[in-house]
């Protein structure tokens, strides 16, 4: 492993995790609420599948679902071929707000990381795109 490569992706990660508090500190929300959020733009998963893409154990999910289901941004739902597991589903409210969440997230990536050449910018969505298919 090129040990540039991962002072990179710390560093990125520290950038990153820097817009999302900043982010989430403008709307009265945590980093973690911020990217629940976001992710369940097109998804409906369990907890435990929440959990595993925030990188956190689903006790902390069951918090943080309850604290954004009393705001009226999310809901539980039953699953249909398994009713003993609950799916989390944004309401209007949170399709809402997740929109400005994400615009306001593009926004700080374009003030921050705009001026990238192309081929960078290129080179990036390539990775990210990399780690996701793996």
Partial sequence: MD???SRALM???????????????????????VELLCLLKDRTPSFG?????????????????DRLERRSLLTRVADRSDRRISRLSLTDEGQ????????????????????????????IVRLAQADRER
């Fill in 96 to 123: 809402a707000l997740g929109g400005e969440l994400r615009e306001a997230f593009a926004a700080q990536v374009a003030e921050r990381w705009g001026g990238l050449p192309p081929e960078e910018a290129a080179a």
């Fill in 3 to 5: 040990p540039d490569l």
């Fill in 49 to 65: 599948e929440l959990a595993a893409l925030l990188g956190c154990d689903k006790t902390n999910i069951t918090g943080m679902v």
């Fill in 11 to 33: 560093a990125l990660h520290r950038e990153l995790r820097g817009l999302y508090a900043a982010i989430a500190r403008r709307f009265g929300l945590t980093a973690q609420q």
